[in-house]
């Protein structure tokens, strides 16, 4: 799949990074906050209160935020949710929903504006729109092996 990000800032421009920053997002609370807890750079203690936001990058409603340190210049990156999850991940989430209620792009679009969140482009809502049936033909043989492998052990 093609790169789709949108930079919402350039990491040497200087500019208040945290004015670009704008609207609100859909992250995953557990996994955000594990991964600011887990930052640590050892070689001069430092934690997430050293950071500096630099730039986020989007694809859709996902979102990588990234952060320099101020006091050793390692960079980290903190994401929106877990990219190796097994779970539906928040675009075809959204895509799906869309799709089940018998909606569709122009009202992601105008759901987006009203929630004040960045939508996802049109070119990425129909490539997750083409990939929602083999995606819930998928979950459903899944559901089905786990459903007789749990009959089995009755």
Sequence with gaps: MPDLSISTAEIDKPVNTWESLEGRRIIDVRYVFETIQSIKHLRFYCTFRDLKFSKETRSGFFSSFYFVCKMCGAQEIVKSENPNSQIVNVNMAMVSSIVNIGQGYSQLE?????????NMSNKLYQDFHNNIFKHLNDLAWKKCLLLDISLLDI
């Design 110 to 118: 105008e759901f987006s504006a009203t929630m004040n969140m960045p």
